[in-house]
């Protein structure tokens, strides 16, 4: 597991004005990065970009790490409010408490005038030889031919699911595009890394927690109705805290969930057979 560091985000985070952070021996390539002569090349590659965040692999110094850069969004809405950066460092140090294996913090910080946010940014340890869960996915390329993988990939992350349930928090963005994977030679045994867990927050209400998360990692993978009710039969023997008698029970309630309450809209959270 990687182990958080903590950079010094606490001390230094301000809402009037720009702030940074960062570990003591990266503080050189986060001062290049931030001057604004980074250019993309071998060593500065952009690797995904969506909604005005762009996501770079960099190596520098004998670092190697993910940079993640965004716009500030609507002008008032982070006056006085943490950046998603930020509370993405909050939340990796909850999950490093909890076991759940996350990125090193390498630096962080706001780009602020008079209280507006303008930019943010966060820069983690790079994460080599790993793949996001939508490979498993309908039309992934690990879809068919992996099912040992793909199975043991979803039993480890429900694991972590019913261990951040059980702590009293709601991860709301379980989808399995922030759950990485890396093989092991053990398709039984794959290590799994959470990230993008910047929506992470307290659960007020337990039992829609457990199956709004359930249900978005469901919903996403499509599998087999069969793999789903064995799934969450390890969710239940796992989580200590039940709100559900049992996997049957929360199968059903995957099925019937919506997420506002009066909509007419269904989601299938199994395959087609």
């Given at each position: ?77 982070y006056i006085f409010r943490h950046s998603l950066p930020l509370r993405e460092c ?79 928090f709601f991860h709301k963005a379980a989808h399995p595009r922030n759950f990485l ?35 978005t990692f469901f919903r996403d993978m499509l599998l087999p109705e069969e793999n ?46």
């Amino acid at each position: 597991m990687c182990t958080v560091k903590n950079p010094g985000f606490r001390k230094r985070k301000r809402f009037i004005r720009s702030w940074h952070a960062s570990l003591p021996a990266f503080s050189s390539v986060l001062a290049s990065l931030r001057s604004g002569k980074m250019k993309e090349d071998e060593n500065h590659v952009l690797i995904n970009y969506s909604n005005g965040k762009y996501v770079y692999h960099g190596k520098d110094a004998g670092f190697e790490y993910a940079y993640k850069t965004q716009n500030g969004k609507t002008f008032w809405r982070y006056i006085f409010r943490h950046s998603l950066p930020l509370r993405e460092c909050y939340h990796y140090e909850i999950l490093e408490k909890l076991s759940i294996p996350v990125p090193q913090i390498l630096a962080v910080g706001d780009t602020r005038k008079f209280f507006v946010l303008k930019e943010s940014f966060l820069i983690t340890s790079f994460l080599k030889d790993t793949f996001d869960g939508r490979i498993f996915m309908e039309g992934g390329k690990y879809r068919n031919g992996h099912e040992n993988l793909c199975f043991a990939y979803c039993r480890k992350n429900l694991l972590y699911l019913a261990k951040l349930h059980d702590a009293g928090f709601f991860h709301k963005a379980a989808h399995p595009r922030n759950f990485l994977f890396r093989e092991t030679g053990n398709d039984h045994e794959p290590e799994i890394f959470w990230i993008d867990v910047a929506r992470l927050r307290k659960s007020y209400c337990r039992k829609r927690a457990v199956v709004m998360d359930l249900h978005t990692f469901f919903r996403d993978m499509l599998l087999p109705e069969e793999n789903v009710l064995q799934l969450l039969k390890i969710y239940m023997e796992k989580v200590e805290k039940k709100v559900f008698p049992s996997e049957k029970e929360l199968f059903e309630a995957l099925l019937h969930f919506k997420r506002r309450p009066f909509s007419k809209k269904k989601y299938k959270i199994t395959a087609r057979t």
